[in-house]
């Protein structure tokens, strides 16, 4: 594969940018090799800058579930960039947005846009602590809720995939706010809000954690944590900034039917501009500015242009049968990874969420702990992403991010795609 062009590229961006990127994982630094730059992205593919085609199961990160480029997308952003690309003053489409978001996922009965998956969930956990009067928050290990500073502890994603789970420059009083516990684990759950459930704001958790692979909740897990948080008075947050309208229309929430007081969102929601949102129930969300007295605020909130494209993308998933679709092609397409490396002789499994999964190089038939995550062969998942890539399929470049698929791939992809993997199963083998 040619690469002269992205890895002069690279090697511009690192003398200017840290790491030679605008987000970590981008870097390909936990699997090897150098990142490819992307001239242009269109359905299930993209397309760098030496002419490489790849199939995406990255989505750039959740937004394109209907696939790149998609028309109806594009068209609704061009529309509404004629009109002018900021007001910094109320637009119709924030209210279409609000109504939408309000009728899609009922259990915010208010909503608030913001501009990233970060802003979102520090909004919420600030809005939490400053509706209970209380300091104390709950995440979990191996969850990622952005790079807020109460969040950058024991977390997931890029923090993880690079060993500091921990972030320096997190003042200790913070990070001691921050409580832990272990993902599906009743019993830990149970002792922590024994000990001290009468401190915590809130809890918030990644309802199907997609930044630790992709590990989906027990049964009766998250009604669980509802339990806790209803008894002590914290109020529970499920982040959907990557299961909402993507496991279900209505999120993680309307598919275990657990209904937590705020959710967060992200990805889907701006349809590929920085657009994030949080909501919930009504006397919470009256206790933001100017309605209440818990200060949040955004120049760049409710922008037009990112509405427009949110908009667009939210009525393309509301189509009949999108995500039993998105479902059986994450079904085909696991069942297919699995059946080739049993073909290879590679100890694998895979979890599917409606249109996430996760892969895992391990003996183990079932994962769904970050111990047992982190417990599977880095290494492995490394040269089967650089052996995937050499054949044109692009993974999440890391063992702990989940993959998506979108509407875009269809059967032929996954065909396609399983194909490479026999090939790469067997290269991992060496
Ligand atoms: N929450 C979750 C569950 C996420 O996956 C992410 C990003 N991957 C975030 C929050 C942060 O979103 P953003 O990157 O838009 O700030």
Not at 148 to 153: R, T
Not at 293 to 314: D, E, H, I, K
Not at 421 to 427: H, I, L, N, W
Request: charged share 20%; aromatic share 8%.
């Amino acid at each position: 594969m040619k690469q002269q062009r992205s890895n002069a590229l690279f090697a511009r961006a690192r003398e200017l940018m840290p790491g030679g990127v605008n987000s970590p994982v981008r870097a390909f630094r936990s699997v090897g090799g150098d990142p490819f730059f992307v001239a242009r992205a269109d359905g299930p593919f993209l397309f760098d800058v030496d002419g490489n085609r790849y199939i995406d199961y990255v989505g750039s990160w959740g937004p394109m579930i209907t696939g790149h480029n998609h028309p109806r997308v594009r068209e609704a952003v061009e529309r509404a960039a004629r009109d002018g690309l900021s007001f910094g003053a109320p637009c119709p489409a924030e209210v279409t947005m609000a109504e939408t978001l309000t009728r899609l996922v009922p259990s915010c009965e208010m909503v608030r846009m913001v501009n990233s998956g970060t802003e979102a969930t520090l909004s919420a956990i600030r809005l939490a602590r400053g509706a209970t009067g209380r300091a104390r928050i709950v995440k979990f290990e191996g969850c990622y809720h952005g790079h807020g500073d109460s969040f950058l502890v024991k977390a997931g994603s890029g923090a993880l995939t690079f060993g500091v789970p921990d972030s320096p420059g997190v003042p200790k009083a913070l990070a001691d706010l921050t409580l832990t516990l272990p993902y599906n684990d009743f019993d830990a759950a149970s002792a922590l809000f024994d000990r001290s459930g009468d401190d915590i704001a809130g809890l918030i958790i990644e309802p199907v954690v997609g930044n630790a692979n992709c590990l989906p909740p027990r049964e009766g897990y998250l009604r669980h944590l509802r339990e806790l948080c209803t008894r002590h008075g914290a109020v529970l947050i499920f982040d959907e900034v990557m299961t909402g309208f993507r496991v279900a229309l209505g999120g993680a929430q309307a598919r275990y039917g657990v209904a937590p007081d705020l959710t967060t969102f992200g990805k889907i929601i701006g349809g590929g501009m920085p657009v994030g949102a949080y909501g919930g129930r009504r006397e919470l969300m009256e206790q933001v500015s100017p309605a209440g007295p818990v200060y949040q605020a955004g120049t760049l909130s409710g922008n037009p242009v990112a509405m427009a494209a949110g908009l667009a993308m939210l009525e393309l998933v509301q189509e009949p049968g999108f995500h039993q679709r998105l479902e059986a092609t994450a079904n085909a397409l696991c069942d297919g990874l699995e059946a080739a490396a049993q073909e290879a002789g590679v100890p694998f499994t895979s979890n599917r969420v409606g249109a996430m999964f996760g892969m895992f190089f391990t003996e183990s038939p079932m994962v769904d702990s970050y111990a047992g995550a982190v417990a599977c062969d880095a290494a492995a998942f490394a040269r089967f992403f650089r052996a995937m890539l050499g054949r044109g399929v692009f993974l999440a470049p890391s063992a702990f991010e989940a993959g998506f698929v979108s509407a875009a791939h269809d059967e032929a992809i996954v065909a396609e795609t399983i194909e490479a993997a026999r090939a790469a199963f067997a290269a991992v083998r060496q």
